[in-house]
């Protein structure tokens, strides 16, 4: 039951350049988005979410995009930095309902 | 920066004995889940918990597995008889409220390895 799909499980970025991370999901009932960081031995941090009803948010060097029609959401990292090395979750949640569902998660790296 | 926080950072358990992970939520937070990740795949809800009862469960939460806010602080997943498969991480979250911009805050996590 794969809902949230991040299809990349890897990316390797050069430092001060653009990291673009995708995940599509396949319910239409999520009417919300987030975007969780990840380093080794310890849990997931909260980046960026964005609502349904919005197409971008932005805060800092961290970008979410939202394409309802395509059911596919992205995350810019804008300029990279060697610490933004980790693995990055997408998640969503459906109203009503209190869960969040995953994806996989990619694993980026910023080479300096 | 208030916190999450989990004891302990790891557990090692023989098959068919009980556990009890313990979280400290946040202290203004109503919210309080927990989550596992198994090695090498994805992170999976397994409960949440609002005004002391269970408000909604994953078919992984099974008779095994049980949830509980003994005191003011505290939250604990307790798994009666655990299996070689509840190897995981176990990751306490917790939020203010439910829905759109009360993100869930999480610990990090309980290393659960069962012989």
């Known amino acids: ?112 | 920066e208030p916190e999450v926080t989990q004891t302990p950072s790891h557990q090692v358990t023989q098959m068919g004995q009980e556990v009890i992970l313990r979280c400290v939520p946040i202290s203004n937070h109503l919210y309080f889940y927990w989550y596992r990740q198994i090695l090498g795949q994805k992170v999976e809800f397994l409960v949440s918990f609002y005004n002391n009862e269970i408000s909604e469960k994953s078919e992984i939460f099974d008779d095994q597995f049980s949830v509980e806010r003994p005191d003011g602080s505290n939250f604990t997943l307790k798994i009666r008889s655990t299996k070689l498969e509840d190897s995981a991480m176990y990751f306490c979250a917790s939020s203010v409220d439910r829905g759109p911009y009360n993100e869930q805050f999480f610990g990090p996590g309980t290393r659960l390895t069962v012989l």
């Open chain 1, 1 to 112: 039951d794969q809902q949230v799909k991040q299809n990349s499980p890897s990316l390797s970025v050069q430092e001060g350049r653009i990291s673009i991370l995708n995940c599509d999901y396949t319910n239409s009932m999520f009417d919300y988005f987030l975007w969780y960081k990840k380093y080794p031995a310890e849990g997931p941090t909260f980046l960026i979410s964005i609502s349904s009803i919005k197409d971008k948010n932005e805060d800092g060097r961290f970008t979410v995009f939202l394409n309802k029609s395509a059911k596919h959401l992205s995350l810019h990292i804008v300029p990279s930095q060697p610490g933004d090395s980790a693995v990055y979750f997408c998640a969503a949640s459906e109203a009503g309902t209190y869960k969040y569902i995953f994806g996989t998660g990619t694993r980026l790296k910023v080479l300096a």
